[in-house]
DNA sequence: GCAGTGACGACGA
DNA sequence: TTCGTCGCCACTG
């Protein structure tokens, strides 16, 4: 496992219960800004027995990644759901569920 | 080394 | 709002 691999999944690990992030930030946060695509590859890679909130990353305009009718399609909705994240059509509201500025901070010390 | 592909993102129509 | 295109970089054959 690369270094970089491990930095995506402590950042994606870092998202709060009920909140959602996207690729880009992910990759951000792991020190990879604009390697949005790692970050997919690194969700692929993942060990099936790791557990990582894989379902609260997203899109950049917060749709749902992964191809509608798919299996992990249904897991991620179903997950968000059970958390009291709103998944509308496929798709959550960043501006309600998504990592504020102010909490981003707070989360990973930036600043 | 080259070409194809992808859990992406930003833009323009 | 939705769709198509381009740029990006890492992985695979």
Redesign the pocket.
């Known amino acids: 496992m690369?270094e970089?691999?491990r930095r995506i999944y402590a950042a994606i690990a870092a998202i709060p219960a009920g909140r959602v992030a996207?690729?880009?930030?992910?990759?951000a946060r792991a020190g990879?800004p604009?390697?949005?695509?790692?970050?997919?590859?690194a969700?692929?890679?993942?060990p099936d027995g790791m557990q990582l909130p894989?379902?609260r990353?997203?899109?950049?305009?917060g749709t749902?990644?992964?191809?509608r009718g798919s299996r992990?399609f249904r897991e991620?909705t179903k997950r968000l759901r059970a958390e009291g994240v709103d998944v509308r059509?496929g798709?959550v509201p960043m501006q309600a569920f998504g990592l504020d500025a102010d909490l981003d901070r707070a989360l990973w010390g930036i600043g």
């Open positions: 690369d970089r691999y996207g690729y880009g930030q992910i990759a990879l604009g390697r949005a695509r790692l970050v997919g590859a969700l692929r890679d993942s894989w379902y990353v997203l899109h950049s305009n749902i990644a992964l191809p992990g991620q059509n798709r």
